[in-house]
Structure formats: structure tokens, C-alpha cells
């Protein structure tokens, strides 16, 4: 098991990437601006573009020319969330101990990488979650900020903790290849495939822990600043939860039980605090939403966040 200790711990950061040329710019300098801890960390930047009529590389050149360290770079051109992860991981080179998870409208703080890779030090977790901070391209509403719907954390503790996302992860490399993990391609244009990865990890016996320094910041275009966006994240996301207990075949009972509770519970608190908080209304609408997205899956409905409409509007929008 890889330590910092050891002479380098050699990192594949994977980054799969759609539209975004200038967010993957953005990435690259924060990346390039991280702490290794005396030469103890080796990145390796694992880029996939999912986009084959429109190449990163079109707009910024030579990929390896605007980072210090080692590129691999690879077209996916069969489209979705999942095709592009998968082509990241089958790049991962052997000689990786770890691999990262960032996205492409994301950049890292400069002690991102050593944070996560310390929690893996002091702990027997397999990966590690750290926390993402929105950084809106708009002021936001007061209930938006109240309710927190763009973070992950913050996390004020090293242990462990149920979930992880690709937003801002690390997990051993060991794990991935003595496994053969790839994500589920069911998830290839709803979205929730990391929720669907990690809970596999969880499964096969692999913890997970908070990693609080680990901190990253996501660019919130004003497009998604929207109830109605957030309301349909709130929707796949129970969906997502729902479709996994149905794949496992376990846990059906209590997803269901948990939809029809967080609509009730949604619809009274919509109702009820209306008149006094509109945050709470808010907090009510998308307990509903979520609720509805867990009930929906029971009759074979997946929301489709990544079909090819709503990409091409979401980066024709800016984001």
C-alpha cells in the first residue's frame, strides 16, 4: 500500500472533458499550482474528449505545452458521461498508485491533492471525498446560499462517510484494477454513475472517508442558478438512488418507503413554511422532487441529465 512516505506516490488525475475548453484551461493552471510535497507526489494528467468535432486540443494546442507534467490524451467519440470515464480509466498507466477525479468546470485549491492523499495515509479507506465549493458567476439567491444545493461538505473530520462523487475523489489504483472497475454504462446519459461506481466500492469492501482540506471550486453558471435546475438535479438524484437499490436488489423496500415519506414531508413543508421562509418552501419542493425521482425509477423512468440535448444546450449556455 502506497504511502507518502514512499519516494512518489504517482497520481493519474482523470478529466473527462465536453465544450469546455476554457474551464479545462482553468484546470490545468490549478492543477499545475498544487503542493507536492517535496517532489512525494508524481501527477499524471489523463484527459478524454468527448468530443471529436470540437477537440480541446483545437482551441489550446498542445495540451502537454500548458502543464508540467505528463499528459495522456484520448478521444472518446462514442458520447456520454460514462463512455468518457471509462476511456479515462483504461489510460490510467500501471505505474499509477492513485486515481483522481476532477471535472472540467472545476479547479483545486493548492493543497487539494496532498489533503486527499494524507487522509489515505492515516486511514484504511479505499477513496476519499473531498469538498467542493461553488464559485456562482452570478450573486445568488439568499435561499440558495441557506440551502447549500451547490456544495459538497464541508466535512470537518477525517472518517468515513457513505458517499463519494467524481467531482472530487481519489481512490487506490490497486482497488480499481484488482476488481476491474469501470462505471455501469446504464448511467451513460442519466448521470449518477458515480453514485453507482462508489457504492460498488463500498460493496466490495472498500471505505470511504471525508477528506475536509481537500477543497475544490465549481464554476455555477448562471443557467443552473435556477429552481427549475435544481429541481431536476433533486429528481435524478433520487432516481439514481432508487435504480441502484433496484440493480443490487436490495434495499427496494426502503427506497420506496423513503420516495412516498420525502414527497409527503416535501409537499407539508413546501406548504407550510411558505408564508414565513422561502428557503424552507424551497427545502420542501426539493425534498418532493427527490422523493418523486426515487418513485419514478419503480416504473423503469430514467432521468436523462446527459442526453444529447441537454448537453448541447447546457455548454451552449455556458456551462
Avoid at 71 to 80: A, D, F, K, L, T
Avoid at 219 to 241: C, E, V
Avoid at 266 to 290: D, M, N, T
Wanted: net charge neutral; with cysteine; charged share 20%.
Amino acid at each position: 500500500m502506497t504511502r507518502l512516505a514512499d519516494p512518489q506516490s504517482v497520481v493519474a488525475i482523470c478529466i473527462a472533458t465536453y465544450r469546455r475548453p476554457d474551464g479545462l484551461k482553468a484546470l490545468i493552471d490549478s492543477i499545475n499550482a498544487i503542493d507536492l510535497k517535496g517532489d512525494t507526489i508524481r501527477p499524471i494528467l489523463v484527459i478524454v474528449d468527448n468530443c471529436p468535432d470540437a477537440l480541446a486540443k483545437d482551441v489550446l494546442g498542445d495540451l502537454q505545452a500548458l502543464t508540467p507534467f505528463q499528459v495522456i490524451y484520448g478521444v472518446q467519440p462514442v458520447p456520454g458521461i460514462v463512455s468518457a470515464r471509462n476511456r479515462c480509466l483504461d489510460l490510467v498507466p500501471e505505474a499509477a498508485d492513485f486515481i483522481a477525479f476532477v471535472d472540467d468546470d472545476e479547479v483545486v485549491t493548492p493543497g487539494w491533492l496532498a489533503a486527499h492523499l494524507r487522509t489515505l495515509e492515516i486511514s484504511d479507506a479505499v477513496a476519499v471525498q473531498g469538498a467542493v465549493q461553488p464559485d456562482y458567476m452570478q450573486p445568488p439567491t439568499g435561499w440558495m446560499e441557506t440551502l447549500s444545493v451547490f456544495e459538497t461538505g464541508p466535512f470537518d473530520f477525517d472518517g468515513p462517510i457513505p458517499f463519494a462523487a467524481t467531482n472530487n475523489s481519489v481512490i487506490r489504483a490497486d482497488f480499481v484494477r484488482r476488481h476491474a472497475l469501470r462505471f455501469d454504462m446504464r448511467f451513460n446519459r442519466s448521470g449518477g454513475e458515480d453514485q453507482e461506481f462508489y457504492d460498488r466500492v463500498q460493496a466490495l469492501g472498500g471505505p470511504i472517508w471525508a477528506s475536509p482540506d481537500a477543497v475544490v471550486h465549481d464554476q455555477i453558471p448562471a443557467h443552473r442558478m435556477t429552481l427549475k435546475w435544481i429541481k431536476q438535479r433533486s429528481f435524478r438524484t433520487g432516481n439514481t438512488l432508487s435504480r441502484i437499490a433496484l440493480l443490487r436488489g436490495r434495499g427496494r423496500l426502503l427506497r420506496f418507503c423513503k420516495g412516498t415519506g420525502l414527497m409527503a414531508v416535501g409537499a407539508l413543508r413546501g406548504v407550510v413554511s411558505l408564508p414565513f421562509s422561502k428557503a424552507g418552501a424551497v427545502r420542501g419542493l426539493l425534498q418532493l422532487h427527490r422523493g418523486a425521482g426515487m418513485l419514478a425509477a419503480f416504473v423503469r423512468l430514467d432521468y436523462q441529465e446527459y442526453s444529447a440535448a441537454a448537453v448541447q444546450l447546457d455548454r451552449r449556455e455556458g456551462g
